[in-house]
């Protein structure tokens, strides 16, 4: 179940950044409370999961890969693009999150 609330974590983490580019500084409001609310929702399932995973684990798992999402919803809905060092990054951050989770005894399995 903890992988369950991981991943919801990182949704609504995932939401409520893409969120926040939209609130424009907090001056809309249906985005600053969509912001509100995912990141209390985010934060609250990820103190779910740490009754489970590892702090180091969990954390890891949950800003890779809202990173990669974050990234993903900057490119379709902002039109952002990422440069080649942007991607390499992003790259690097996805394999350290794998080698933890593949090979490191600290990791539940």
């Not at 424009?24 to 990820?46: D, M, N, W």
């Not at 060092?85 to 080698?99: E, F, M, N, S, T």
Request: cysteine-free; glycine content about 10%.
């Amino acid at each position: 179940m903890a992988f369950v609330y991981l991943i919801l974590a990182v949704l609504a983490e995932v939401v409520a950044t893409s969120a926040l580019k939209s609130s424009a500084g907090f001056t809309r409001l249906a985005p600053s409370a969509v912001v509100v609310v995912g990141y209390g929702l985010a934060f609250y399932l990820l103190s779910l999961v740490l009754r489970t995973l590892p702090v180091g684990v969990a954390y890891a798992i949950w800003a890779g890969l809202g990173i990669v999402l974050v990234t993903l919803v900057g490119v379709v809905a902002f039109g952002e693009r990422p440069d080649v060092p942007a991607v390499l990054g992003i790259l690097l951050i996805v394999a350290g999150v794998v080698v933890l989770q593949m090979f490191s005894k600290m990791s539940v399995h």
